[in-house]
């Protein structure tokens, strides 16, 4: 039985989420919805089946549709989940989830108490390549020890008035590093400059402490003309970067191997390169991935791991890394807290 | 008229010192000097014409001898270049010039009273790649605007139990980001880890802010496989890559163009990619320029770039890092200081 | 007013011929057709405006259809081609044109004497890549003299029983050097081996030589597992190199100087690499732009770089190259016909 | 004991080997000869303990001495090494060990007859990464066909009034192809074009066929500016390429997979590109460890792979490629000679 779907936002990526969950055999895109008729005429002709409304209550009153995607401005999110949710049914938002943590934690709890799926479009979590990344770190394959993991988010990208460089590139990067260590973080810190408009970082750097002593770094800028779209992980015996501007070559992974070495003054350890292996990765589109998972979960409950409370973290990170970021890079602790 | 060289320390870099000085027809190789007997024994045959001994003082007796190179560790360089300078003699001192601001101060002082060079083996700034970034610059070729810089220093090396990578490789990032940038930076701070030795961090990222708001960033680490030699520059109309470990394209620049765009929710500014020049540099090695530099400098008194006043600015940079390592990555404001 | 077009052919390449013509605003996909019921009923969903039939008489008959493409298997071309500009249409045909140059030329003089297009799916030769490239050459950026170039189309793809390496690849970097060069070729050899099936050539290399002395080298293999797409050019002061396996590099353009040198024994004339230069290519699809230019060809009677005459020419290179192959590579000298 | 060798002409590339003979500790560099003084007063300082001499005969009468090295212009190779064997000495041959096919035997009967070695200087059959190459072909692990292999030497390099691209380049890609495939090849054709020097060829295509149908294929050119010195294996399992301009990546492993697919006309075998390893190669220098291998074999008399009879093979393949060249690539037949 097919998954009936609603699309909310159809101005900027809305219509991306609509096309690729309107090709999947087991979902129906029921409804594409936008306050701006003019919007919603621009993509009549590409969903012709689905009814096209301005009204949000017009998916919220149909029992038959069984989730709502939202792909609004970013200060809409939480309020449109709560109200998605309450009609009682799931949902799919664009990340990040909310602006403050503790609306992306009502969310979160909302849907806990309801039985419901809320996800979050962190679609790299759902990356062939960085699925790669993963296992190898859980199986142990890079050593005993994951020492410190970095991203780079760097090219010449739309600049916006109303979002700096934390807030619009680093979802990405963040849900990333949390899935992939698989822990709560307990300290962050970042600094940022506004060279194109006052009071807009364009370029950010970022700290994330986790409590086993991993570090992760972020550097994101919008002002770089070299596109770069990178995750290196750096573990006591290999490291492993993924780089999803290479179209064949996504995941390099590099063996070492330490070489005791005596020296006349001090004691030292020498580290060599060794190595090299790059495993074929499949093509899959992970925008199409996390539809997919979407969709599946709503069938069968299961659980994904861009998940309200996932979502959540995300949003805790950006709000205590624009704490730090307002305060010279002060370090900011994380509250320990019951959401995730 | 040939100068006169003797090299101090032979037991790590001294050799390669002591053999690009023994090639340049403007020089003679005069002494060697190692407290070790047994160091001394491995390069005789080298140099068959240099006087090889374990005294110091040998060198500074020597009327005819004009310049000394310190090449022993670093917590002996202040004092052994100031004893040569006060033995009348030109100084070259591997980097860094000395572990604390105060000594460094006292041996470019020393050097200006006495009217004799000092010298600090930055070789980087001599570097046919990095000049041509820095003429690039200085033409405003990267446009109106520098905007940030950030360098990548990472590798499996020797990892010492008495240096952090901050000491170790830092010299380097910093001594070329303050030649570039032509600015004495106002503030610094660094954040590390200490993965292989506890107390002595492998990993670094470190911040340097300049008066004028260019911010400069770096990347250090002994615990990446995959070698990276790397400085990036940012300008408002192009950005330049410096890359040392290509062959034959060590310097890219990428142009870019900002293109106003207007969007339906919010103010864009969309700036894309353009073309890319890969110009030809000469591959001429830094380490002979840099000797060549010295010698031609002990003959006609002229500037470098590299002088005393610049060894010492990045010994408070490195000073000033340790402090804000040591104290969870806040910043530290450097002094206006008169000594430079 | 909008170009009716008609698909025949959906099996393979069609369909994307269809999707691109579709899509344009200044045409119209009228028939779909295809002798196969199961192959129609696949692409029925992604047409919903166009009739779909089995008859191509449906097609010919029709007096408000402009233009037919022929998607159909290769020994079909010519004759199907014939058919459509007898009943007074347009045609553009996939590559190659025909099987034999006699069919090729037959296709070619009936185009001519109707006064109607015949356009061939040489879709590289409308490139931005090469556009660029040809641009060089046509301005003389490459030098006073192009000395020759070499075309690398090697890949693990689809392995035909009933056609080789050279049909399947070699028309694509025949049209391109053909067009490059701008001349008829006077003499042309080949070698190959078959390795996965007797008598199927797998591996190819071709040489197309030109009356101004420029030559053409070709390199087609499906046995590689390194897929290459490359074009090289090679001037007296430039050469320039087209990689569409690139994404965003597709163009480099290399430059050199020559400098004379005197040596003990022989006389030398040394050259060196330059600069480097890799300008900015629009992304556009060579697919949409081919389709593009056949139905503003159809509209205004503008010449094609790839018409009948183009498209025979590369017929008639491909039966000489396999008359060599068959002839442990013997030069065969082509007619100076009057059909190109 | 060591062993005591003298090279013969140093204007061009003796310097290199007598440096990397005098540096072995089982070698002492004897003599430095050559017809010219001047020549020689060139290198005296870097060889202080060698004698110089003008004269051949100070060397072949010296009973002490037990090699000579020839590093003269080709055209002497042969007959001067004969000189070196009659008078009781092994001989190292600077490549190609001759200008024909007759006078390559005649060194390698001659030595043959004395019991002395005769070495070629095709160093890249010593090079750690075609040796890497070599052992993966040998144990299978391309599978088990080799189908072809090709070899791209091209580069702006020294242009010789005297001698040809195929002479001056060949001789590498060569001697590599039949010590990698184990075979006399069985015929040989080539075509080239002289752009720059009437009747000197400055670009060369090369095709060599073996027994058991392996085809090498050679790319030699002076005219390309970017450097290239690759050789590609491609077996029924795996391809490998040796790139000798990469620094850290010499050689890459790449893995495919055949794939049956059926398609509605006609048969298609699908095979697709699998994981790529790139190998630690040592860094060692391929000219110490010819050199190396030189005096080891003058030591123990043990076979080397680039001995007389293989020299003399390299001579008849470049001597049939010379014949094709000149006859627009007629095939030429090699003779199944008892020469090697």
Redesign the interface.
């Known amino acids: 039985m097919s998954v009936r779907i609603g699309v909310v936002g159809l101005?900027?990526w809305g219509p991306n989420l609509a096309r690729n969950f309107d090709r999947l055999a087991s979902c129906e895109l029921a409804y594409c919805c936008d306050l701006?008729e003019s919007?919603l005429d621009r993509h009549r002709a590409s969903f012709?089946l689905s009814t096209f409304t301005t009204r949000l209550d017009d998916l919220l009153e149909d029992d038959t549709l069984d989730a709502v995607v939202i792909a609004t401005?970013v200060p809409t999110h939480a309020n449109l989940a709560c109200k998605v949710l309450e009609a009682g049914k799931h949902v799919f938002v664009e990340k990040p989830l909310a602006l403050t943590t503790a609306d992306a934690v009502r969310v979160e709890n909302l849907a806990r108490e309801r039985g419901l799926i809320a996800m979050v479009d962190h679609l790299l979590v759902y990356h062939p390549g960085l699925a790669a990344v993963k296992g190898m770190i859980d199986r142990g394959e890079l050593g005993k020890?994951t020492?410190?993991l970095?991203g780079n988010r760097q090219n010449?990208?739309?600049?916006?008035?109303?979002?700096n460089a934390l807030w619009s590139l680093g979802p990405h990067d963040i849900s990333v590093m949390l899935w992939l260590v698989g822990e709560r973080p307990s300290e962050v810190?970042a600094?940022g400059?506004s060279?194109?408009?006052p009071g807009v970082e364009d370029?950010v750097?970022g700290?994330i402490k986790f409590p086993s002593?991993i570090?992760g770094?972020l550097?994101l800028?919008?002002?770089?003309?070299?596109?770069m779209r990178k995750m290196?992980v750096?573990g006591?015996e290999?490291?492993v970067?993924f780089d999803d501007?290479e179209?064949?070559?996504k995941v390099?992974v590099?063996?070492?191997g330490p070489i005791p070495?005596t020296?006349?003054?001090?004691?030292?350890?020498?580290?060599?390169?060794?190595?090299?292996?790059?495993?074929?990765i499949p093509a899959t589109e992970p925008l199409r991935l996390v539809c997919e998972r979407f969709v599946s979960a709503v069938a069968d409950r299961a659980p994904t791991p861009s998940d309200g409370a996932a979502g959540a973290v995300v949003v805790e990170v950006l709000e205590a890394m624009s704490e730090s970021l307002a305060d010279?890079?002060?370090?900011v602790t994380l509250s320990t807290g019951v959401s995730a």
Chains 1, 2, 3, 4 share one sequence.
């Not at 004691?267 to 190595?275: A, K, T």
């Not at 010279?328 to 370090?331: F, I, K, N, V």
Request: proline share 7%.
């Open positions: 101005n900027y701006d919007v012709p401005p020890d020492y410190y970095y010449l990208g739309i600049v916006r008035a109303d979002e810190s600094t400059e060279y194109l408009q370029v750097f700290r002593g570090i770094h550097h800028s919008w002002l770089d003309p070299h596109k290196t750096i006591s290999r490291m970067v501007m179209t064949e070559r390099t590099y063996d070492k070495r020296e006349t003054y001090g004691e030292y350890i020498q580290v060599r390169s060794g190595d090299i292996h790059i495993p074929k010279s890079g002060r370090p």
